[in-house]
Nanobody, 125 residues
Framework: VQLQASGGGLVQAGGSLRLSCVASTVTFSTYVMGWFRQAPGKEREFVAGISRSGNSQYYADSVKGRFTISRDNAKNTLYLQMNSLKPEDTAVYYC???????????????????WGQGTQVTVSS
């Protein structure tokens, strides 16, 4: 399974970006999916997660109210809409997924089996 993330770029503070992650698998709808990010010199951190059906979403406190995770199972695609971006959101963003992720562990990177290559998001002040 390959995950291909895209949509990153350079944006001013207060701006918006939409990240996409396309999965090369027909079983995408069976995977819990998530977005993580890693800033220089920092550990990878959870940003948002979404259930298999898309009915349940989970967010890090730092992005709650600004970011929205969604998925289109017919298109095997995961999204992250990022609004009101801040300089501290600057990082490489990774999509991740796995068939065995459970709700209680979806904030942990170690719970995911498949990872995308990452897309750089830079927010200028």
């Amino acid at each position: 399974v390959q995950l291909q993330a895209s949509g990153g770029g350079l944006v001013q503070a207060g701006g918006s970006l939409r990240l996409s992650c396309v999965a090369s698998t027909v079983t995408f709808s069976t995977y819990v999916m998530g977005w993580f990010r890693q800033a220089p010199g920092k550990e990878r951190e959870f940003v948002a997660g979404i259930s298999r059906s898309g009915n349940s979403q989970y967010y890090a406190d730092s992005v709650k109210g600004r970011f929205t995770i969604s998925r289109d199972n017919a298109k095997n695609t995961l999204y992250l809409q990022m609004n009101s971006l801040k300089p501290e959101d600057t990082a490489v963003y990774y999509c991740a997924g796995g068939p065995t992720v459970i709700t209680s562990s979806l904030r942990s990177a170690s719970a995911y089996y498949y990872w995308g290559q990452g897309t750089q998001v830079t927010v200028s002040s």
